[in-house]
């Protein structure tokens, strides 16, 4: 009774491909068919007229008008090839289906039959077939800081592996076909084997990987770059660029917006055009009709007030905390991030007070309320409470909001005894902003922490600025900062997702170091964290599109 096998393929394609045979003999040679198999319908098929070179000793007899071909195996079995019906019978009365085709005149044969009647296995991929009598033996595997190496029993050739990150975040590298000694030492990696498989894989901390061939030996090493590209969008006046990356073994996603500062003029939009409020930050987007947009600074998130340096169209609306950064915008355009010194002042005809809140719920010595605050003004027993209109102080007494167009300033008594008696109705007050640059502010953001300051990343030093909780722990992140070729760039690492981790601010600096940059700093994270560009959201927010006080926008001129 003749037995018969059915080799059962999923015709899938009716097109075909050509690509290389990789044969691995008996005796460790490589050899290397260019072009030598045909990919049809999911399977692949070699030339017949290499098979006596893979072979030895067989003989082919073939006769295209008769439609048949014949293989006499070293061993004296006797294959049979039908062209017709594409059927093989072996001596003995094995039969395969879908045995060959015939393209240009020139038989191919299943290269499952011919790992079949050679006693050889093969594995197939995109750009080769790669036939072998014995896998590849790893010989030898050495984890260094800056590399992994690989030795292999024969010359690398780049169809026997695959670089990937796996899902925690770790550097794997899959052989095939291939084998490892059980009693191989390989410290601080894991190598998993399977089925004409090894997979090693370790943590780097690296970005991204390149590999080299030197002969018998693999070697990966950390590659300084953003990352894997997986989505990117150019114009004349910006370039924005979707990477995926590792930091730490874990995987983030990172929108990266870089944008020629001469075609962009940077702005800041309030919510609801107020102090202390929330907005769905993509509607006070469209009210501003600005293309670009990120999240703003820090707030308070009890009573929705911005915390720190706050400047809008020229106008003061926040002032510094605790010495941090800001991202501060002046009137030739220029953008700049960093810190300064600012010294707001009140002058009452010659004489002057330093103001030393604007917008605070808190008591203070001199603090000034703008129309934009929309929450109630505090009443302290013993303060004076100037209500300021043009420059000029339209009313004195207790007043509990600010009305359209004008200012409330408020003086405790020791600030009351420095401009003596310089705040009667009907007196001038000049509101005078000096930084430590001596530029002219036409808006700026309180944020941070700093990562790069002039071209270096910073020290330690800058964590007695911020607690721990925000430092040292992986979460979407907001940055903002000048390239040392001029480009303004906005930067949304996504975060408390599988897909992406976030970063920590050490981190962070590892990261962005060599990349370029003259200046960076954080702004909000974690839920805050949104880009848009021209109407799209770009990144992918937490807890979907975050409602904010602040955002900071770019439109082009």
Same mark, same amino acid.
Request: glycine letters at 8%.
């Given at each position: 009774?003749?037995?018969?096998?059915?080799? /059962?393929?999923?015709?899938?394609?009716?097109?075909? =491909?050509?690509?290389?045979?990789?044969?691995?003999?008996?005796?460790?040679?490589?050899?290397?068919?260019?072009?030598?198999?045909?990919?049809?319908?999911?399977?692949? +098929?070699?030339?017949?007229?290499?098979?006596?070179?893979? &072979?030895?000793?067989?003989?082919?007899?073939?006769?295209?008008?008769?439609?048949?071909?014949?293989?006499?195996?070293? =061993?004296?079995?006797?294959? !049979?090839?039908? %062209?017709?019906?594409?059927?093989?019978?072996?001596?003995?009365?094995?039969?395969?289906?879908?045995?060959?085709?015939?393209?240009?005149?020139?038989? %191919?044969?299943?290269?499952?039959?011919?790992?079949?009647?050679?006693?050889?296995?093969?594995? @197939?991929?995109?750009?080769?077939?790669?036939?072998?009598?014995?896998?590849?033996?790893?010989?030898?595997?050495?984890?260094?800081? *800056?590399?992994?190496?690989?030795?292999?029993?024969?010359?690398?050739?780049?169809?026997?592996?695959?670089?990937?990150?796996?899902?925690?975040? @770790?550097?794997?590298?899959?052989?095939?076909?291939?084998?490892?000694?059980?009693?191989?030492?390989?410290?601080?990696?894991?190598?998993?084997?399977?089925?004409?498989?090894?997979?090693?894989?370790?943590?780097?901390?690296?970005?991204?990987?390149?590999? $080299?061939?030197?002969?018998?030996?693999?070697?990966?090493?950390?590659?300084?770059?953003?990352?894997?590209?997986?989505?990117?969008?150019?114009?004349? *006046?910006?370039?924005?660029?979707?990477?995926?990356?590792?930091?730490?073994?874990?995987? +983030?996603?990172?929108? +990266?917006?870089?944008?020629?500062?001469?075609?962009?003029?940077?702005?800041?939009?309030?919510?609801?055009?107020?102090?202390?409020?929330?907005?769905?930050?993509? #509607?006070?987007?469209?009210? !501003?009709?600005?293309?670009?947009?990120?999240?703003?600074?820090?707030?308070?998130?009890?009573?929705?007030?911005?915390?720190?340096?706050?400047?809008?169209?020229?106008?003061?609306?926040?002032?510094?905390?605790?010495?941090?950064?800001?991202?501060?915008?002046?009137?030739?355009?220029?953008? %700049?991030?960093?810190?300064?010194?600012?010294?707001?002042?009140?002058?009452?005809?010659?004489?002057?007070?330093?103001?030393?809140?604007?917008?605070?719920?808190?008591?203070?010595?001199?603090?000034?309320?703008?129309?934009?605050?929309?929450?109630? &003004?505090?009443?302290?027993?013993?303060?004076?409470?100037?209500?300021?209109?043009?420059?000029?102080?339209?009313?004195?007494?207790?007043?509990?909001?600010?009305?359209?167009? @004008?200012?409330?300033?408020?003086?405790?008594?020791?600030?009351?005894?420095?401009?003596? *008696?310089?705040?009667?109705?009907?007196? =001038?007050?000049?509101?005078?902003?000096?930084?430590?640059?001596?530029?002219?502010?036409?808006?700026?953001? $309180?944020?941070?922490?700093?990562?790069? %300051?002039?071209?270096?990343?910073?020290?330690?030093?800058?964590?007695?600025?911020?607690?721990?909780?925000?430092?040292?722990?992986?979460?979407?992140?907001?940055?903002?900062?000048?390239?040392?070729?001029?480009?303004?760039?906005?930067?949304? &690492? #996504?975060?408390?997702?599988?897909?992406?981790?976030?970063?920590?601010?050490?981190?962070?600096?590892?990261? +962005?170091?060599?990349?370029?940059?003259?200046?960076?700093? /954080?702004?909000?994270?974690?839920?805050? !964290?949104?880009? =848009?560009?021209?109407?799209?959201?770009?990144? !992918?927010?937490?807890?979907?599109?975050?409602?904010?006080?602040?955002?900071?926008?770019?439109?082009?001129?």
């Amino acid at each position: 009774m003749r037995r018969i096998f059915v080799i /059962c393929f999923l015709f899938l394609s009716l097109v075909s =491909s050509a690509k290389n045979l990789i044969y691995l003999d008996e005796r460790g040679q490589t050899r290397v068919f260019t072009d030598a198999v045909v990919t049809e319908r999911s399977m692949d +098929f070699v030339k017949l007229e290499i098979i006596g070179e893979l &072979i030895r000793g067989v003989v082919v007899s073939q006769s295209l008008r008769q439609g048949e071909t014949i293989m006499i195996l070293p =061993s004296g079995i006797i294959v !049979s090839l039908s %062209h017709e019906n594409q059927r093989a019978t072996v001596e003995f009365g094995s039969e395969f289906e879908n045995s060959l085709i015939v393209k240009d005149d020139k038989v %191919h044969i299943n290269a499952e039959l011919l790992a079949a009647i050679t006693d050889k296995s093969f594995f @197939s991929e995109s750009e080769a077939l790669i036939l072998y009598a014995q896998p590849l033996t790893i010989k030898s595997i050495e984890n260094r800081p *800056d590399s992994i190496s690989v030795t292999l029993d024969r010359d690398v050739l780049p169809d026997f592996f695959t670089i990937w990150w796996t899902g925690s975040g @770790s550097l794997a590298v899959t052989l095939r076909p291939a084998r490892i000694d059980p009693f191989l030492a390989y410290d601080g990696m894991t190598v998993t084997t399977g089925r004409g498989f090894v997979k090693i894989s370790a943590e780097k901390p690296w970005p991204d990987v390149e590999y $080299e061939i030197k002969g018998r030996t693999l070697i990966l090493r950390g590659k300084s770059g953003m990352g894997r590209t997986i989505q990117q969008e150019s114009s004349l *006046d910006f370039d924005l660029n979707i990477f995926e990356s590792y930091a730490g073994g874990q995987k +983030f996603t990172m929108s +990266f917006l870089e944008m020629n500062s001469a075609k962009f003029s940077y702005g800041i939009e309030l919510a609801n055009d107020g102090v202390s409020g929330l907005e769905k930050a993509t #509607d006070t987007l469209r009210k !501003s009709g600005a293309q670009i947009m990120i999240n703003g600074g820090y707030f308070d998130q009890n009573q929705n007030l911005p915390i720190g340096l706050l400047v809008r169209d020229e106008e003061v609306l926040g002032l510094p905390t605790l010495d941090r950064p800001a991202v501060y915008f002046t009137e030739d355009g220029k953008v %700049h991030v960093s810190r300064m010194d600012i010294i707001y002042m009140a002058r009452f005809d010659g004489r002057f007070v330093q103001i030393t809140g604007v917008n605070s719920p808190y008591r203070g010595e001199a603090v000034l309320y703008t129309d934009e605050y929309r929450n109630s &003004i505090p009443e302290f027993d013993d303060f004076t409470y100037l209500e300021i209109k043009d420059g000029k102080i339209i009313s004195k007494g207790y007043i509990s909001r600010v009305e359209k167009g @004008s200012d409330v300033l408020v003086l405790s008594p020791s600030s009351l005894q420095k401009i003596s *008696d310089s705040t009667s109705v009907g007196g =001038s007050v000049a509101l005078e902003l000096l930084n430590s640059y001596g530029v002219k502010i036409t808006g700026a953001v $309180e944020g941070g922490p700093m990562i790069i %300051h002039d071209g270096k990343p910073v020290t330690d030093y800058e964590r007695n600025y911020y607690s721990a909780s925000l430092l040292d722990v992986r979460a979407p992140r907001t940055l903002v900062g000048v390239k040392a070729t001029g480009e303004v760039v906005f930067i949304v &690492i #996504d975060g408390y997702q599988q897909t992406s981790y976030g970063l920590t601010f050490k981190e962070m600096i590892e990261f +962005f170091k060599d990349k370029g940059f003259r200046s960076l700093m /954080c702004l909000d994270g974690g839920k805050s !964290s949104v880009m =848009s560009v021209n109407g799209e959201i770009i990144n !992918s927010p937490s807890s979907g599109v975050p409602s904010l006080p602040v955002i900071i926008t770019g439109s082009r001129k």
